[in-house]
Nanobody, 116 residues
Framework: QVQLVESGGGLVQPGGSLRLSCATS????????MTWVRQALGKGLEWVSD???????SYADSVKGRFTISRDIAKNTLYLQMNNLKPEDTAVYYC??????????WGQGTQVTVSS
């Protein structure tokens, strides 16, 4: 079955960096667009970034220039490199397999906490 497993979250000081990974299985990774979304405590879901099946990328304004989405097709893994982290980036981060506009399959999430 389709599985998405995030890792790489943790506690980091403001200005620091983290790289999130999303290991996937059960589907042909290269043909699906993938998305990172996040949810801060007590707030709604926020779209962070997409990578489309052709490899093009897009970012929310709040992370543009600081975050980079990428994928390793050979490893069936999605990444989110996060630099210059801010306290407002604190959230649970989810990777999502897209089916068109539908957010079809979600991972379990990984907590990112940015605090001094």
């Amino acid at each position: 079955q389709v599985q998405l497993v995030e890792s790489g979250g943790g506690l980091v000081q403001p200005g620091g960096s983290l790289r999130l990974s999303c290991a996937t299985s059960g589907f042909t990774f290269r043909v699906f667009p993938m998305t990172w979304v996040r949810q801060a405590l007590g707030k709604g879901l926020e779209w962070v970034s997409d990578i489309h099946d052709g490899g093009s990328t897009s970012y929310a304004d709040s992370v543009k220039g600081r975050f980079t989405i990428s994928r390793d097709i050979a490893k069936n893994t999605l990444y989110l490199q996060m630099n210059n982290l801010k306290p407002e980036d604190t959230a649970v981060y989810y990777c999502v397999r897209r089916e068109g506009v539908r957010f079809a399959t979600w991972g379990q999430g990984t907590q990112v906490t940015v605090s001094s």
